[in-house]
């Protein structure tokens, strides 16, 4: 039983991580999202590489800046198809398609 609950624990923890977002407050005159990207206030980074969309802001009533960064596409949230239909990832990597399940051609109609 206690693996049973791990499994699900574990199974539920990856869910949660692939439809994330992020944010933190940063000093400096940049936002640094990972790798060693930088990013200025204002600006918006799109990052198909790892299905992620960033935001540089200058946080209110202070000198830091404010980074945000959210999955999009199939990593934007956790989410089940309607009965008889599937979700398949797009030619890109990132965007999703949701079709019927007997002919992937198809889209799916509820």
Do not use: Q, W
């Given at each position: 039983?206690?693996?049973?609950?791990?499994f699900?624990?574990v199974a539920y923890?990856?869910?949660?991580?692939?439809?994330a977002?992020?944010?933190k407050?940063?000093?400096?005159d940049?936002c640094?999202?990972?790798?060693?990207?930088?990013?200025?206030a204002?600006s918006?980074?799109?990052?198909?590489?790892v299905?992620e969309?960033?935001?540089?802001?200058?946080?209110?009533?202070?000198?830091s800046?404010?980074?945000s960064c959210?999955?999009?596409g199939?990593?934007?949230?956790?989410?089940?198809?309607?009965?008889?239909?599937e979700?398949?990832?797009g030619?890109?990597?990132?965007?999703?398609?949701?079709v019927q399940?007997?002919?992937?051609?198809q889209?799916?109609v509820?």
């Open positions: 039983m206690k693996t049973l609950f791990g699900v624990l923890c990856i869910d949660i991580t692939f439809g977002c992020y944010a407050l940063e000093d400096g940049h640094t999202p990972k790798d060693g990207i930088t990013m200025l204002g918006e980074l799109l990052m198909p590489n299905c969309k960033c935001t540089c802001s200058r946080h209110s009533g202070s000198s800046l404010f980074l959210c999955g999009y199939k990593y934007a949230g956790v989410f089940a198809p309607p009965p008889g239909c979700v398949i990832t030619e890109d990597g990132c965007s999703i398609k949701i399940a007997i002919d992937h051609s889209p799916c509820h």
